[in-house]
């Protein structure tokens, strides 16, 4: 299972969730999870992600096609 930050919500949806974050008086983030099954990546390949994650400054998931 992978789970990112929700971008599809709706306004309803986001009202609901400041809603919430105003009542608890703290920051919510939404996720929404996904089926996802990692990709098997050799020694090189792992390395090329990586280097790939290094140079743009993120965290980067191979997964099966």
Do not use: W
């Not at 099954?37 to 050799?42: N, Q, R, S, V």
């Amino acid at each position: 299972m992978l789970c990112t930050l929700a971008a599809k919500l709706r306004d309803e949806q986001i009202g609901e969730i400041e809603a919430l974050e105003r009542s608890l008086g703290v920051p919510v983030l939404a996720f929404a999870c996904h089926d996802a099954a990692p990709a098997e990546l050799t020694d090189e390949k792992i390395g090329e992600l990586h280097a790939t994650e290094e140079r743009l400054g993120v965290s980067l998931v191979a997964l099966k096609n």
